[in-house]
Every structure is written in C-alpha cells, then in structure tokens.
C-alpha cells in the first residue's frame, strides 16, 4: 500500500515539475514579448516623430518586434491578429490601408496616442503534453502616448515666416486696424526713454515689429493657422483655434523633412503646393476626412475669422465675460493666465504672467557681457535700467550670443512659462500666394507649408482703443489709438480699457541651444542643416499602461 501511495506521489511531483519548467519557459517568453512589444511602439513613435508617415511607423514595428523575439512573424499572423482597445483607439492600420491591415495596431483619434498589440506568441511545451497540454501562449501589447516637452502645450497656431531667425522681435499675429507707433527705444542706463526714428522707405529703423513695413500679413489671414480639431470631429471652427492659443494644438503636426518645402523666388505658393500635391507624398493637409485621417499635418491652412475678441478670450480673458462661454471654452484657461504666480492689472484690468525671459538666465559666467550686465541690472534692481534699456540689452544678449562658443542662457524654470511656446517656422517668406507681391500682398496665403518649429516668447500685447490717446506709456505723448504692454512692463494704473480686445501678438525668437534639452533638444529640432529632424524636440514619446 506505501508503495502505490509513493508512486502516486511522485506521478503528481513529476506533472507538477513539469508544469513548473513550463511555467518558467512561458513566463521568461511573457517576459521577453512586453519588451518586444515596448520597444517596438517607442522605435515607431521614435520614427513618426522623425516625420516618418504611418507606414514607416508600422513598418518599424514589425522589424523591431521580430528581432526583439528572435523568430518571424508573419504578415499573416499581424492580420489574424486580434484586439480590443479601449474606444478611444479609432484608427487602425486597417481603417488607413496600411500594410499589413493588422487591427493590432491603433491610434486614438488625435493620433497622440499608439497602440501595438503583439501577436499571441504560440510555444510547445516540453513536459505538460503528458497531461494532453501541448502548447501555450502568451499575449503583450503597449501604449504610447506623445506628450509636450514644455509646459505650456504644443505648437501654437502661429507662424514664423521664412528668414525668421535667433533674436528678432516678430510679428505672429496682426490686424487690419491700422500700424501701431513706433517703439519707445532706450537711451543707456540714467537716461530717459524716447521715441523711436520711425521708417523711412526700405529701411525698418525703429517700427514696430507689428508695423505693415515689417510684417505684410496679406488682406485677411493676419498670421494665424486654422488647425483642425482632430478630437472634435475635424471642426475648423475659432474655438478651435482659441484651444490651440490657449493649451497648444491637439494633434501633433508635422514638417517636410528632406528637401524642406521650397518656393521658386518670383513664383507662388499655391502653383508651388499644386506641383506637389498629387506627385509627392510629402505633401500632408491637415485633416481631412470625417475623422481627421492625416497624420502629422505639415500642409495647414491659413484663419481668415479669429477676431480680436477671440484672441482676448485665448490670451488673457473672455471680454464682457461673454466671448470665452459664448465659444464652449469657458472652462479653460487663457494662455497667459497658465503660471503660478500672476501679476495684477497688467494689462486690459486682467491678471496674467509677467515675468520677462531674462528673469530665468542662469548663472553661469560664460555669457556673453551684455546678457551679464542686464542679469545684474535685474537682479540688483538697478533702477538706473529702465524696461527699454533692458528690453534692448536683451536682444543686444540674444544677437551677442553663440551656441558654440557660449553657455545654455535659460534655466529649466522657463518651461514653466506660459510665454515659452513653439510656433511652425513656414517655406512662405510673406502670407500671401505671390511671393513677390505688389504692395497690397494679395491675394492671401490658402495654406502653410511647415519646415521648421522654433521657440518663442510671446512678448507684446496691443490693444486699437479706435481713437486719440495717451497710451500707457507716460514718456510718449504723441497722440495715437494703441494701447502696448511687453513681459515685464508695467504701469501704475494698468494698460489698456477692460473692455479691449486684442488686436495684435508679438514674440521674440530664440535659439533652440539656449535652452535646456529637457525642452529643446537641437540635435533634434528640424530644418538645421545637419540634422535629421524629429519633433521629439516639441513631443517627447513616454510609455504607459
């Protein structure tokens, strides 16, 4: 009787010996498959970022997964592949006419988010087929997700015009209510500010850089994007494009990455898009489709209807406490108000971050001696140093400044400001279709071509009162109808009637190298000579589950 009872013990040890050298075998293999699968979706998401298309994103996941699990998968096995992702995974390489049409691998609708389900890997089993169990499977997938490096969300719908370069003060959103003043100029510390020469024909001297002798919008697009709301059903409506200001553009957008997107010197946008849509792939609309079907836009059209009101709303305030709520936003936060220490009745009685960009210099001794003095000046409080003599010590730092012989110029703190964004650096050199325009500029730009993204610091806010006035500016008597406050500008009673809208935007470029690579990474950022290219350096690619 001990005798069958041990036997029987060792037959119940051996099967489950076996099953635990199987379990190992299937767990190490369960192992394996996640990273297989992790590392797939981050290398694709590292391509897509690149300007690579969906295709080239798929494609990378079938050669990443397969060399992580060292065996083939099959095509086939992609297609008979099966998942259930949550609902907000719309887009699948089936629903786009990818190669192969696996339903294992998905986007949300924004495209902001991946999805890679791998294939169930299949292995024989060496000991559980005793007990009639022949093989065993295991299943992995991961989600990756493309979140904004810096604070303040995305690229805004904006543009730089092509030439824009390190230090300009550019123009990024206009008007038509007439030119404002010319700038108040500083004169060295102790001496008071006055105004400005002002322009004399092919010479800028010291317009403003909103002034029509430096910036020509066109007749109605006035420097703003329309980009489509790929999480609401593809709309082009200004709330939109009120959210985009506000919070960055939803989706990712793209660039053309090798050759950049080019336009004959005398010849015309829209002959230059015609010449490549249909002919070459690089061209991607923004859009269309029910769905917003295109990935990674470099192709957006121009906005012909953001009205100052709306870009009050985006910026600082709903005007009248009606245009935010009367446009669905009134539950998100206007731009300039996203930072954890506001300044009060800055500008339009309004609230908002004022902190100017040299409040965040490091403090490193390998600056240029310009941005040091003005480093000095603030921090000291030299009140001998009145805004326009630092304003202009600082773009006299930013044009001083060299990437190759200098220091970062910018803590990370930066990345918290509101006022630090990207904006789509275009192939157009004016908004308008012919680029060597009459006068008018017209007719208007129908689209932008995107080569580039670069940082800026959204500097200038205008205010058109419509009529005679004073201004904010107690040194400038001249008799006109702008109201202007710059970051780190402030007035004893404000700037600008509470019921104002804002009339026009400007920034002041940055390098890339200036700032950490935390938030721009200049090996990465596109249209440099030598570079790849990838928005890595606006998104960055992270995991979750």
């Known amino acids: 009787m001990t005798l069958v009872f041990v036997a029987l013990l060792l037959v119940v040890l051996m099967v489950f010996a076996a099953f635990a050298v199987d379990l190992g075998l299937i767990m190490n293999e369960r192992r394996q498959d996640q990273g297989a699968v992790d590392s797939s979706a981050m290398s694709a998401a590292v391509v897509a970022l690149g300007g690579g298309d969906l295709q080239a994103a798929v494609n990378e996941v079938l050669a990443q997964a397969a060399f992580d699990v060292n065996r083939a998968i099959t095509d086939q096995q992609w297609i008979d592949c099966r998942d259930t992702p949550p609902a907000a995974y719309v887009h699948t390489a089936v629903s786009l006419s990818l190669t192969p049409r696996t339903p294992c691998i998905s986007w949300t609708v924004d495209f902001s ?70 700038q108040m100029v500083g004169n060295g510390p102790g001496n008071p500010a006055t105004v400005g020469v002002p322009a004399t024909p092919g010479q800028t001297n010291d317009a403003d850089p909103c002034d029509g002798t430096v910036y020509d919008p066109g007749s109605s697009t006035f420097g703003t994007l329309t980009p489509r709301d790929y999480k609401g059903g593809c709309d082009t409506q200004n709330d939109n494009v009120m959210e985009a200001i506000m919070q960055g553009t939803d989706h990712p957008t793209g660039f053309f990455a090798d050759p950049p997107f080019s336009i004959p010197n005398g010849g015309t946008s829209s002959a230059a898009q015609t010449a490549r849509v249909g002919s070459d792939n690089d061209v991607h609309v923004d859009g269309p489709g029910p769905r917003c079907t295109t990935f990674m836009p470099n192709t957006i059209e121009m906005n012909s209807g953001l009205s100052a009101g709306n870009l009050r709303c985006a910026l600082v305030s709903p005007r009248n406490s009606d245009v935010c709520s009367a446009n669905g936003n009134a539950n998100n936060t206007p731009r300039m108000k996203r930072a954890t220490s506001l300044q009060s009745n800055v ?67 930066i990345g918290g400001s509101p006022r630090l964004a990207y904006v789509p650096q275009i192939a157009e050199r004016r908004l308008c279709d012919a680029q060597d325009p009459p006068a008018n500029c017209t007719p208007t730009l129908a689209f932008a071509h995107v080569n580039s993204y670069l940082p800026i610091f959204l500097n200038k806010l205008y205010v058109n009162a419509g009529g005679n006035s004073l201004g904010c500016e107690i040194l400038d008597l001249r008799p006109h109808s702008w109201y202007m406050q710059e970051a780190g500008q402030t007035f004893p009673l404000g700037c600008g009637p509470s019921n104002g809208a804002i009339d026009r935007l400007s920034a002041i470029v940055f390098d890339c190298a200036m700032l950490p690579k935390a938030i721009c990474d200049p090996d990465l950022l596109p249209g440099i000579p030598g570079n790849d290219g990838s928005i890595q350096t606006i998104f960055e690619a992270r995991l979750f589950r």
């Open 113 to 182: 988010k991946m999805r890679v389900r791998l294939p169930d890997q299949v292995l024989k089993t060496s000991f559980a087929r005793v007990i009639g169990i022949d093989t065993l499977s295991t299943r992995a997938f991961a989600e990756v997700e493309f979140v904004p490096r810096t604070e303040g969300g995305a690229a805004l719908p904006f543009v730089a015009l092509a030439g824009a370069s390190t230090g300009q003060h550019i123009c990024i959103r206009t008007s038509s209510s007439g030119d404002p003043p010319t």
């Open 347 to 413: 500008f339009v009685g309004e609230s908002i971050d004022n902190t100017p960009a040299w409040e965040y210099f490091t403090s490193s001794s390998n600056l240029p001696t310009s941005c040091k003095d003005l480093r000095t000046a603030h921090q000291t409080n030299d009140v001998d140093w009145d805004f326009y003599d630092r304003r202009e010590a600082f773009l006299e730092c930013l044009d001083d400044w060299n990437k190759n012989s200098h220091d970062q110029l910018f803590t990370e703190a």
